[in-house]
């Protein structure tokens, strides 16, 4: 069975201060590891998609990085708009159901 | 707006009642997907759709769910006889689902309370 770990469950930033975000996963054959953005009350919005360890993405201040095991979110120099909460999720290779975490709940504060 | 739609956005009924909940995909997607929310969690997936046809259903939480994709364009999701316990963000996505291209894209979802 497909698991998916976040941490840490919630993450207070000052504004410009870099850090790191978690996603460590177990599947059967990953086809690949997705990164969401989710506000209050909205849906999850899509941020990236990793498929291959060692693979890397960027998008703004954001960015991902994938080994074997694990996953991390990259934030440098958040804003205070950068607060959420970010979902990672793995599909696996032998399954079509995606498996998400509980996501971590990241506040910039200003 | 090309994305996901879900309506309605927000509903509250009484227990016992019956609900649906109407997703529109993003017209070239293929793949439906819905899942359900609760706080502090992650989405939860319920049923899957590949055009018409559903190819998973067995995650449906109860017998009292169904859901249908009768032309391979919008869906519905059903809840009979509504529990407190189904209170929750009910979230629908779409997916182009080809080669290299798995995402999912997701409605801004309907939040139900069972009073």
């Known amino acids: 069975e497909d698991q998916v770990t976040q941490s840490p469950e919630a993450l207070r930033l000052q504004e410009g201060e870099s850090s790191s975000l978690n996603c460590s996963y177990t599947?059967?054959?990953?086809?690949?590891l997705f990164w969401y953005r989710q506000d209050p009350g909205k849906g999850p919005e899509f941020l990236f998609t990793?498929?291959?360890a060692g693979e890397e993405k960027e998008k703004e201040r954001l960015k991902a990085t994938l080994t074997k095991k694990e996953s991390f979110l990259h934030i440098t120099a958040p804003k205070p708009e950068d607060s959420a909460t970010y979902l990672c999720?793995?599909?696996?290779?032998?399954?079509?159901?995606?498996?998400f975490g509980r996501g971590t709940s990241l506040i910039v504060h200003p | 707006d090309t994305g996901v739609s879900q309506d309605p956005r927000h509903k509250i009924t009484k227990r016992g009642q019956n609900v649906t909940f109407r997703c529109d995909p993003i017209s070239e997607h293929n793949r439906l997907y819905w899942y359900r929310q609760t706080l502090g969690q992650g989405p939860e997936f319920l049923t899957y759709?590949?055009?018409?046809?559903?190819?998973?259903k067995s995650r449906l939480l109860s017998d009292r769910f169904s859901a249908e994709r009768p032309k391979g364009s919008f869906s519905t999701l059903e809840i009979q006889r509504t529990e407190q316990g189904d209170s929750a963000m009910y979230l629908c996505?779409?997916?182009?689902?080809?080669?290299?291209?798995?995402?999912?894209?997701f409605g801004p979802g309907t939040r139900l309370t069972v009073t």
């Open positions: 599947v059967s054959g990953l086809r690949g």
């Open positions: 759709f590949q055009n018409e046809a559903q190819l998973e």
């Open positions: 990793l498929y291959s």
């Open positions: 999720a793995v599909q696996s290779g032998g399954s079509y159901i995606p498996t």
């Open positions: 996505a779409s997916s182009p689902w080809t080669s290299g291209n798995y995402e999912q894209y």
